[in-house]
């Protein structure tokens, strides 16, 4: 009865006679211990299979045990074979003999690796909820610190008329590196908080294109980069900044896996799956597809990993500090967009990744930011934001557009402010996160005062779910920080 409580729990006992040093193992330890009864036949030739790193702890509580009789108990690493190793949990009491010294040692081992692993997953767990709740706070000040500096420098050329062709591209640049910075916080939202991403029509072209710029600056000289896409490349249906992670993430693996240099080749071609491809490649579905390959002339994966690559937190990397996550957000926004993917990789020669994602024959729609500026009637707007910066420049570039706009820099405020220019007031500019009293309870105060305001709702964080999910508040449009000129007239014409 008692052996069968052992193996209902998954536990094998030893006994270690400390006279002769030897071990005996019970068929349940043996299978625990992947090994024989010749294989250890006393403890020394046992504790080479410990890690170096617990042997010193396991000799310490021996010798606790055997000085005090306490409890036996140790967690180690324990190598099953090759470089593979488990986590066993051991647990003996000391015997003495009529004499009162040691005689034997009975206890159990169990194998532990499996509760170890969730548990170090669900610490890791607790670190990324963390880690959301972090970058939501750290995504707010960065958007409110972006801007300003977007609308002035959107300001800029229409303060200098005469600015020349130099400095007109360096205010090009400051912008362009304006918008990556906030595709950047994104991402980090995106990921941390599974922040719902806006699907358009998205040219993988152009994404490729920025990705080999990125490489090419930043990669080691002794990484070539090089790209081939075809002319007539289809568009899919997505949203750009997750796309555009996936094939960062994947050229940031592939950089890492040729420490001594080498080539990166990225590719996308246009692929009709059929009926035969699917018998071929379950995992896919007949349609159209945007094809795009990275691959990479480096070390390889090998065959025991492939299959693991994609879990959350695996890693080869070691010390080089891989989380573990790349990938494993790289096919989580694949499949989240009716995409599959697979590699091919041999030791030694390279790895090569193929994504493939749903082609649409969408035409890609003309955005906000290619559209021409809407220019106001003089109308009113109420602008409320605790950030000054925010507040001045917004007001600067909705006077230089034809409003005229009122400030408030909190919840109270913006209340008073409207209660004295209801009636002139045509829309109101409410940002969410304020001090004194927030933007949610100030629109709900001035919606007691007139239902029929217009609002504007204006965070550096992501409320779109939130705030039009509650019918109380009966916001008219979002507006996300950092945001541009054309898009704030944009929005508050299409509002009014």
Same mark, same amino acid.
């Given at each position: 009865q008692l052996r069968t409580a052992l193996d209902a729990a998954a536990m094998g006992t030893w006994i270690w006679e400390v006279d002769g040093n030897r071990v005996?193992?019970?068929?349940?330890? @043996?299978?625990?211990?992947?090994?024989?009864?010749?294989?250890?036949?006393?403890l020394d030739v046992l504790l080479e299979r410990i890690h170096p790193e617990d042997r010193p702890e396991i000799k310490e509580r021996a010798k606790r045990a055997i000085r005090?009789?306490?409890?036996?108990?140790?967690?180690? $690493?324990? @190598?099953?074979?090759?470089?593979?190793?488990?986590?066993?949990?051991? $647990?003996?009491?000391?015997?003495?003999?009529?004499?009162?010294?040691?005689? $034997?040692?009975?206890?159990?081992?169990?194998?532990?690796?499996?509760?170890?692993r969730l548990a170090e997953q669900f610490l890791r767990n607790q670190r990324l909820e963390s880690l959301g709740s972090l970058a939501g706070g750290v995504a707010h000040d960065l958007n409110n610190i972006l801007t300003p500096i977007m609308m002035s420098v959107q300001l800029l050329p229409l303060t200098l008329p005469q600015i020349n062709p130099r400095s007109q591209e360096l205010i090009q640049m400051l912008e362009n590196n304006v918008k990556r910075g906030s595709?950047?916080?994104?991402?980090?939202?995106?990921?941390?908080?599974?922040?719902?991403?806006?699907?358009?029509?998205?040219?993988?072209?152009?994404?490729i294109r920025d990705i080999k710029q990125i490489a090419a600056e930043t990669f080691p000289k002794s990484i070539e980069v090089q790209t081939n896409v075809v002319s007539n490349l289809w568009t899919v249906k997505g949203d750009a900044t997750q796309i555009h992670q996936i094939l960062l993430n994947m050229v940031i693996n592939a950089r890492d896996a040729m420490p001594d240099g080498g080539l990166?080749?990225?590719?996308?071609?246009?692929?009709?799956?059929?009926?035969?491809?699917?018998?071929?490649?379950?995992?896919?579905?007949?349609?159209?597809?945007?094809?795009?390959?990275?691959?990479?002339?480096?070390?390889?994966?090998?065959?025991?990993?492939?299959?693991?690559?994609?879990?959350?937190?695996?890693?080869?990397?070691?010390?080089?500090?891989?989380?573990?996550?790349?990938?494993?957000t790289v096919i989580n926004i694949?499949?989240?967009?009716?995409?599959?993917?697979?590699?091919?990789?041999?030791?030694?020669?390279?790895?090569q990744f193929n994504v493939f994602l749903p082609a649409t024959e969408a035409?890609?729609?003309?955005?906000?930011?290619? $559209?021409?500026?809407? @220019?106001g009637e003089g109308e009113l707007v109420l602008l409320v934001d605790d950030e000054a910066t925010i507040r001045e420049i917004s007001k600067a570039s909705l006077e230089n557009h034809n409003y005229k706009v009122i400030t408030a820099s909190d919840g109270i405020e913006a209340v008073a402010s409207y209660v004295k220019n209801r009636t002139e007031i045509a829309v109101v500019l409410m940002n969410m996160m304020m001090p004194a009293m927030d933007g949610t309870t100030a629109i709900r105060t001035i919606q007691k005062i007139n239902s029929e305001v217009k609002i504007i709702a204006i965070s550096g964080r992501n409320f779109t779910s939130q705030i039009f999910s509650d019918r109380n508040l009966s916001i008219k449009s979002f507006l996300a920080k950092p945001y541009t000129t054309q898009a704030l007239l944009q929005t508050i014409r299409d509002v009014i």
């Open positions: 005996i193992l019970s068929e349940r330890s @043996q299978s625990i211990l992947n090994c024989t009864p010749e294989d250890f036949d006393t005090t009789g306490e409890l036996y108990e140790v967690e180690t $690493r324990f @190598q099953v074979s090759g470089d593979r190793y488990r986590w066993l949990v051991t $647990r003996g009491h000391i015997l003495l003999n009529t004499q009162g010294q040691p005689k $034997r040692m009975i206890g159990v081992v169990a194998d532990i690796t499996e509760r170890k595709a950047l916080v994104q991402q980090v939202l995106s990921f941390a908080k599974g922040i719902e991403g806006k699907h358009v029509i998205v040219q993988i072209k152009h994404l990166l080749h990225i590719s996308a071609v246009n692929l009709s799956v059929n009926e035969e491809y699917v018998r071929e490649h379950p995992q896919a579905h007949v349609g159209s597809y945007v094809a795009i390959s990275i691959s990479d002339t480096g070390v390889g994966i090998p065959k025991e990993n492939i299959e693991q690559i994609f879990e959350p937190y695996f890693t080869t990397k070691g010390e080089q500090g891989g989380t573990g996550l790349g990938l494993a694949v499949q989240n967009h009716g995409g599959f993917m697979d590699v091919v990789s041999q030791t030694g020669q390279g790895t035409v890609e729609s003309e955005s906000i930011e290619n $559209r021409s500026i809407p @220019q």
